[in-house]
């Protein structure tokens, strides 16, 4: 049972250049989310999914673009990447949402943006 | 102003020690968690809370919703629970649960 894996979890990208970032969960989980996590600013909600075929807008969704085809895949893309999107990525899953249940993270995705 | 205030920051304690990490919300919430991350590490969830006490071997956790206030204690601290630990509340009212986090507090435990 591995958990919530996101791949991959170090990436130095050139400005302009796009990329996808993979997050998996095997627990059969309805809700995930992408975050991304900068100093000072703590966590911020990017993207999320309630269901498969499903995504909505967080509260910095502005460069970003997910998919969630499949119930245990959730994909956050940068279609052109620029220096402000330098940061660590999380993933989450949860059954219940984050408002009423636990939730699972991954390990993290490195991002770097020259 | 961050709805969701930690103190303290950064807390430095000798292995053994009673550890005490408080969370003040600023609005109504309906449930809390507690986040651990460890130096480059990965996020843990440690508790989600919605009322009363939780205990998870050396960790206890209890939350006040009424007067807008979560602790996280750590008995017998040991350098491995040096890590920054994170509280995140849900006000309600989303399909998805919004959370909001507060900006985390450093434990640093010596041996």
């Known amino acids: 049972n591995a958990g919530v894996t996101q791949t991959p979890k170090f990436r130095v990208l050139k400005t302009g250049q796009s990329m996808t970032l993979l997050c998996a969960q095997d627990?059969?989980?309805?809700?995930m989310y992408w975050y991304r996590q900068d100093p000072g600013m703590g966590l911020r909600l990017i993207h999320y999914?309630?269901?498969?075929?499903?995504?909505a807008k967080g509260e910095v969704p502005d460069g970003y673009n997910v998919s969630r085809l499949k119930k245990q895949n959730f994909l956050l893309g940068l279609e052109s990447a620029a220096p402000s999107q330098t940061s660590v990525y999380f993933c989450a899953s949860s059954y219940y949402g984050a408002g009423t249940g636990e939730l699972f993270f991954g390990e993290g995705s490195r991002l770097t943006v020259l | 102003k961050n709805e969701v205030e930690q103190s303290p920051q950064n807390l430095t304690a000798q292995e053994g020690e009673f550890i005490t990490i408080n969370c003040s919300y600023s609005?109504?919430?309906?449930?809390l968690h507690w986040l651990q991350q460890h130096p480059g590490g990965g996020i843990v969830s440690l508790f989600m809370?919605?009322?009363g006490k939780k205990k998870h071997g050396r960790l206890i956790a209890t939350i006040n919703i009424q007067e807008k206030h979560s602790s996280l204690h750590i008995t017998a601290s040991h350098p491995r629970d040096s890590a920054v630990y994170i509280c995140?509340?849900?006000?309600?009212?989303?399909?998805?649960?919004?959370?909001?986090f507060g900006q985390g507090t450093i434990l640093t435990v010596h041996p």
């Open positions: 995140a509340g849900n006000a309600g009212g989303t399909s998805y649960g919004k959370l909001t």
């Open positions: 627990m059969n989980h309805e809700y």
């Open positions: 809370l919605s009322s």
């Open positions: 999914s309630v269901g498969e075929g499903t995504t």
């Open positions: 609005v109504g919430i309906s449930a």
